[in-house]
C-alpha cells in the first residue's frame, strides 16, 4: 500500500497554481495524496486578490482557521508537503497535535516565528534570496537543519529544476531502507 502524503497550496490555492500539477503529476505514481488548497481550508473570501489582501488575511485568522480545520480532517500519521504558507499550517498543527510521519515544507513563511519545532523530522527548503526565510540563530535556536538552493527567491518551488528536487528528495526519503542493526542518523522521511 503506497505511503499517504498531504498537500498543502501556498497562499494562492488553485488560483495561481499551475505549478501544483507537476508535482502531483510526479508523485501521484509513488503515493496515496491528499491535497488541500490553503485559501479553501481557511475559509478566505478576499475580494480583491492581490499578494497583501490575502496574506493580510491569513496572518489575520485564516492560519489558524485552516490549522483547525486541518486538524478535523486528519487524523492519521502521515507524509506532508507544505508550500509557503501551507508549510506554515502544517507547521502549525502537528505543534498542537497533528500526527506526522514527516514534513518537508518549500519556502514557508513565519516558520522564522516559530519557538519549537516539529515532532516529526522536518526538513526545510528555502531560496538563498528569500527574504522571509529563518536566519541561522533560528536553525541553532530550534536545533533544525535546512537546505538553501542557490540563486533563488521565495517562489523558487515554481521552478521545474526545484520541483525535481523536492519530488526526489521526498521518494528518496520513504524509500530509503535503514540499515540492518543502525538506526539511520538523519530520518527525514521514513516508513513506519
Known amino acids: 500500500m503506497a505511503e499517504r502524503l498531504v498537500v498543502l497550496s501556498d497562499m494562492w490555492g488553485a488560483k495561481k497554481g499551475l505549478w501544483i ?10 503515493f496515496e495524496i491528499t491535497y488541500y488548497d490553503c485559501q479553501q481550508l481557511a475559509n478566505l473570501d478576499v475580494i480583491v486578490q492581490s499578494a497583501d489582501n490575502i496574506n493580510r488575511a491569513f496572518v489575520e485568522g485564516g492560519i489558524d482557521t485552516a ?21 506554515t499550517i502544517a507547521w502549525k498543527a502537528n505543534l498542537i497535535g497533528l500526527p506526522m510521519k514527516s514534513l518537508y515544507t ?7 516565528a516559530e519557538e519549537e519545532k516539529p515532532s516529526c523530522s522536518t526538513t526545510l527548503l528555502f531560496g538563498d534570496s528569500d527574504v522571509y526565510r529563518p536566519n541561522q540563530d ?13 540563486g533563488f527567491g521565495h ?3 515554481t521552478d521545474e529544476k526545484n520541483i525535481s528536487k523536492v519530488c526526489l528528495d521526498l521518494l528518496n526519503a520513504v524509500t530509503k531502507k535503514p540499515k540492518e542493526g543502525k538506526e539511520e542518523k538523519s530520518k527525514q522521511i521514513k516508513i513506519a
Open 106 to 112: 518549500v519556502s514557508s513563511t513565519r516558520i522564522r
Open 155 to 157: 517562489d523558487l518551488y
Open 138 to 150: 533560528w536553525y541553532k535556536k530550534l536545533g533544525i537543519e535546512g537546505q538553501l538552493i542557490k
Open 21 to 30: 500539477t507537476s508535482y502531483l503529476g510526479y508523485l501521484q505514481q509513488y
Open 67 to 87: 490549522v483547525a480545520h486541518l486538524l478535523k480532517k486528519e487524523k492519521e500519521p502521515a507524509h506532508y508537503l507544505g508550500f509557503s504558507t501551507g508549510g
